[in-house]
Nanobody, 130 residues
Framework: QLQLVESGGGLVHSGGSLRLSCAAS????????VGWFRQAPGKEREGVSS????????NYADSVQGRFTVSKDRAKNTVYLQMNSLKPEDTAVYYC???????????????????????WGQGTRVTVSS
């Protein structure tokens, strides 16, 4: 069974840090670009960050630029989202998604192009208290 599993969410105070993990099972992420998305209560899902299949290019939403870092560990078949200086407005359910296409080997899909992603995880909740 092909699936993505997110973990690492939780409750943290404003200014704190969390590291989210997105582990693939049943397939290798080697040729997949991976994106992180989030959905806050009552809001549309939005793109947060993405990384190209070969890991050389990353994208970040303006709201997280400089605070979040996405990385890919091929050996562990896992993508991470390191989130620092967390703010209450970062509270959301975070999802990872994987996109397979040679287009994304050296650049990830746009953060607004959810349709490009083939597999989605079930989400992990992040709550940042003020």
């Amino acid at each position: 069974q092909l699936q993505l599993v997110e973990s690492g969410g939780g409750l943290v105070h404003s200014g704190g840090s969390l590291r989210l993990s997105c582990a693939a099972s049943g397939f290798s992420l080697e040729h997949y670009a991976v994106g992180w998305f989030r959905q806050a209560p009552g809001k549309e899902r939005e793109g947060v960050s993405s990384i190209s299949a070969f890991g050389g290019v990353t994208n970040y939403a303006d709201s997280v630029q400089g605070r979040f870092t996405v990385s890919k560990d091929r050996a562990k078949n896992t993508v991470y989202l390191q989130m620092n200086s967390l703010k209450p407005e970062d509270t959301a359910v975070y999802y990872c998604a994987a996109a397979l296409d040679s287009l994304w080997y050296h650049r990830p899909p746009s953060l607004t192009s959810e349709v490009e992603y083939d597999y989605w995880g079930q989400g992990t909740r992040v709550t940042v208290s003020s």
